[in-house]
């Protein structure tokens, strides 16, 4: 005969269970159902073709993760005008070779990177409720909270030679340009990590350059002041990355958090961004990974995103 519960302890334990088939879901299914994410930006001068754009972006790489580098492979063959990096390649410190394994034939193209808070440091158990005590409070990452004590540090100095040595451009506080193979020539600028206060807006300061066919601004955490500074010099676009796209999002509401002091109904896709009396194009990349030690997605699906840059109105 089945066993009969009062109501006051089916009611927990259904809420219990449901909890539990959402994890077994985010951390076993979602996460691993990798999408590409098709964005069209009218960004380019009348007359220029369309530019195909593939960015990658918070890889956040794990050993074993085969499946995750077989799908990076495999976008090579979308064959981009050009790749963008925006960032958090790694979630374990034995996980370069990985990367760049997963990486290697996107390193035929033309590219340039940015470097993440996880791509300088090893990441470390946290609780997951700190992310909304944070947004509640307007501190996060070091921008207002004690530096960090005991970090683990990441060999990524071997992924930026790497990067380097494929003609990738980096652009971590500095300008960079791209030639493409049909001539044309993208002007990029960059910032460090604003996440943990390492962006010097100051040395790359100036707008787009002139003597370019676009000009765009790459950056890894969308932190306000990052994008009032791109914006208001002119800059048409600007990609980023970090947030996860709120990584658990609720149905029909969206995120919860970013992790950064952008508004939750930016937290992934395309959007716009106002400041100085400019207005530019924000794409915000949800990603393709997840912290080691909270490897959840829910409704917001690992992703890279293909972005064709068309003429502008």
């Known amino acids: 005969m089945p066993a009969r519960y009062p109501l006051s302890l089916k009611v927990p334990l259904g809420i219990t269970a449901v909890g539990a088939a959402c994890l077994v879901y985010s951390a076993g299914i979602e996460a691993r159902a990798f999408r590409l994410r098709?964005?069209?930006?009218?960004?380019?001068p009348r007359g220029m073709r369309p530019l195909r754009v593939l960015q990658v972006s918070d890889i956040h790489m794990v050993g074993g993760q085969?499946?995750?580098q077989r799908w990076l492979q495999s976008l090579a063959g979308l064959r981009p005008d050009f790749v963008v990096n925006t960032g958090d390649n790694l979630s374990d410190t034995e996980a370069v070779p990985e990367v760049l394994d997963a990486l290697g034939p996107l390193l035929e193209y033309p590219g340039a990177y940015v470097f993440g808070?996880?791509?300088?440091?090893?990441?470390?158990?946290?609780?997951?409720?700190?992310?909304?005590?944070?947004?509640?409070?307007?501190?996060?990452?070091?921008?207002?909270?004690?530096?960090?004590?005991?970090?683990?540090h990441n060999p990524w100095e071997g992924m930026r030679d790497a990067f380097d040595e494929a003609g990738w451009v980096g652009l971590s506080n500095t300008r960079g340009r791209l030639k493409l193979d049909t001539g044309e020539e993208i002007?990029?600028?960059g910032l460090d990590d604003?996440?943990?206060?390492r962006d010097r807006y100051d040395e790359v300061a100036g707008g787009p350059e002139d003597d370019a066919d676009l000009s765009l601004a790459v950056v890894h955490a969308p932190y306000l002041r990052v994008l009032d500074?791109?914006?208001?010099?002119?800059?048409?676009?600007?990609?980023?990355?970090?947030?996860?796209?709120?990584?658990?999002?609720?149905p029909f509401y969206g995120a919860l958090v970013t992790n950064c002091d952008l508004d939750t109904g930016r937290a992934r896709g395309l959007s716009h961004h106002?400041?100085?009396?400019?207005?530019?194009h924000l794409h915000v990349s949800a990603g393709c990974g997840a912290n080691r030690y909270?490897?959840?997605?829910?409704a917001c699906p690992p992703e890279a995103t293909l972005l064709t840059l068309t003429e502008r109105p």
């Open 294 to 298: 909270t490897p959840f997605r829910f």
């Open 194 to 197: 604003p996440h943990i206060k």
């Open 187 to 189: 002007a990029l600028t």
């Open 117 to 152: 808070s996880n791509d300088y440091y090893g990441p470390k158990p946290r609780n997951p409720a700190r992310y909304l005590a944070e947004k509640t409070s307007g501190r996060h990452g070091l921008n207002g909270n004690p530096p960090a004590v005991g970090a683990i």
């Open 66 to 68: 085969r499946k995750k």
């Open 274 to 280: 106002e400041a100085g009396g400019h207005r530019a």
């Open 229 to 250: 500074a791109f914006t208001a010099d002119g800059y048409p676009l600007i990609l980023a990355g970090h947030t996860h796209g709120g990584q658990l999002r609720v």
């Open 38 to 44: 098709r964005v069209t930006v009218p960004v380019l």
